[in-house]
């Protein structure tokens, strides 16, 4: 590996470093509203095959004043890890654009393994 490798591994280690203690901090400060996240982000993931942190926004609003938020939306990363720990949600590699104003970038999409659980079903009829 050379100099150059070598310092690409470290800068990207000491990001996900970084993202870890931020999501940490959120998951702690947002402690009394992790239920919330976590039905949500489940909420999303039954009603979507695929969606994004956007997508778990819209929702919260549904429910509390979103500008600005009871909590640190970083807090909404450690909900998503945890389903993914858990099986529920899997990571896609497509990435999706960003619908937020403040985030132009692209989005993680996440396919849901809970797509359609707890939903009325007709015969013949697609939920």
Same mark, same amino acid.
């Given at each position: 590996?050379?100099?150059?490798?070598?310092?690409?591994?470290?800068?990207?280690?000491? &990001?996900?470093? !970084?993202?870890?203690? =931020?999501?940490?901090?959120?998951? $702690?400060?947002?402690?009394?509203? *992790?239920?919330?996240?976590?039905?949500?982000?489940?909420?999303?993931?039954?009603?979507?095959?695929?969606?994004?942190?956007?997508?778990?926004?819209?929702?919260?609003?549904?429910?509390?004043?979103?500008?600005?938020?009871?909590? &640190?939306?970083? !807090?909404?990363?450690? =909900?998503?890890?945890?389903?993914? $720990?858990?099986?529920?949600?899997? *990571?896609?590699?497509?990435?999706?654009?960003?619908?937020?104003?403040?985030?132009?970038?692209?989005?993680?999409?996440?396919?849901?393994?809970?797509?359609?659980?707890?939903?009325?079903?007709?015969?013949?009829?697609?939920?």
């Amino acid at each position: 590996m050379d100099g150059y490798q070598a310092a690409r591994r470290a800068a990207e280690e000491a &990001n996900r470093r !970084a993202t870890e203690a =931020g999501m940490d901090r959120a998951d $702690r400060g947002a402690k009394v509203w *992790r239920p919330f996240i976590r039905e949500t982000i489940r909420c999303v993931a039954r009603r979507q095959a695929v969606f994004t942190v956007d997508d778990v926004r819209e929702l919260m609003a549904d429910f509390v004043p979103m500008n600005p938020p009871p909590f &640190n939306l970083m !807090a909404i990363g450690p =909900g998503i890890y945890k389903l993914l $720990r858990e099986g529920e949600i899997e *990571r896609m590699l497509a990435p999706a654009k960003g619908r937020s104003p403040s985030h132009h970038g692209s989005r993680t999409q996440f396919r849901s393994l809970l797509y359609g659980q707890g939903q009325i079903r007709l015969p013949g009829i697609d939920p």
